[in-house]
């Protein structure tokens, strides 16, 4: 996955929300799906619970799909809405969950990702104070299956407080740090259940096609990474990306659409890197088999950049 760095345009700084002073608090509705995962449930029902929300209100709603462990006696632990769904896919629970939704804003997350205790307010005082912008993402910290930080927040560097529509082809901002106007999911409708990954990058596309995107320079979310890199779960997701890029390019006219290969050439990158870290990963472990099936997948994807990559891994060995 690729992120923006750099020095960026167009810098704001990012305002506070005033509930006192304005003498409005606003309801932010929150969307957690899940699906037989009760232990991290409940440590990302404790994030959101013990954020910092002096100034506006929660309502959380956790959408249930079809959990055959203790999930729902979790859950009566918090105040939440908890609603139940089967077999529909984390798209489709997206979707419900927010059709129940009464806020005036809309925030997600991932039941085994935390909140920091900051998240919200950032992106909070930009919608506030930008009328025009349709939703607004902050910067996420990468952790490791321990909960452990990785690196910078990402995407890296300065970002400009308005993402221009090119930069969001390259990256995909983290689900947990996003907050949606509810009245732009009225306009504009949910996710495309039919995407089996990425659902929610195409959806901030479709919003940005008609509003700005703010963003904030705040980390506001933790947002775990597996400690075994997937590798079938990768492999079905890349077409989705290449369809949600073409389907979001297909207005440019072709030369512009022929300039922005290069971003796609990035993607493919991207998918490939993470093959061949996949394929190291399990050769080390002994599993030979899913180690093949992943530097398959790398050569299939981009052959250019995976022998590319196999030439900097022999010349750094």
Do not use: C
């Not at 947002?223 to 390019?249: C, E, G, N, S």
């Not at 394929?279 to 050569?299: M, N, Q, V």
């Amino acid at each position: 996955m690729s992120t923006e760095t750099g020095a960026a345009k167009n810098q704001m700084s990012t305002p506070s929300v005033n509930a006192e002073a304005t003498g409005h608090k606003p309801l932010v509705s929150v969307i957690v799906p899940t699906r037989n995962r009760s232990r991290v449930l409940r440590e990302a029902l404790e994030s959101i619970f013990t954020s910092n929300r002096e100034n506006f209100d929660l309502e959380v709603i956790v959408v249930d799909d079809g959990s055959t462990d203790d999930t729902p006696e979790v859950v009566k632990a918090y105040p939440v809405k908890y609603v139940r769904a089967t077999g529909v896919g984390r798209g489709e629970v997206r979707n419900f969950g927010t059709s129940q939704a009464q806020g005036e804003y809309l925030a997600f997350l991932d039941d085994d990702d935390k909140w920091l205790p900051n998240n919200i307010a950032p992106q909070l005082a930009l919608l506030e104070a930008h009328p025009e912008f349709g939703a607004v993402h902050a910067k996420v910290w990468l952790t490791d299956g321990e909960g452990n930080k990785i690196g910078n927040p990402v995407p890296e560097g300065e970002l400009s407080a308005v993402v221009p529509f090119e930069s969001l082809l390259t990256y995909w901002p983290q689900i947990g740090s996003l907050v949606v106007r509810a009245s732009v999911y009225k306009e504009l409708g949910g996710m495309d259940a039919t995407l089996f990954g990425d659902a929610e990058w195409d959806w901030l596309l479709r919003i940005a096609e008609k509003y700005p995107v703010g963003r904030s320079n705040e980390a506001v979310v933790l947002f775990k990474q597996r400690d075994d890199p997937p590798v079938d779960l990768m492999w079905q997701r890349f077409p989705y990306a290449v369809r949600i890029f073409r389907r979001h390019t297909r207005q440019f006219s072709l030369l512009k659409r022929l300039k922005l290969e290069r971003i796609m050439l990035r993607h493919r990158g991207w998918y490939t890197s993470h093959f061949q870290m996949a394929a190291k990963y399990y050769a080390e472990r002994g599993d030979k088999k899913t180690a093949r099936k992943a530097a398959i997948y790398a050569f299939r994807i981009s052959p250019p950049h995976a022998i590319l990559g196999y030439i900097r891994n022999f010349r750094n060995k």
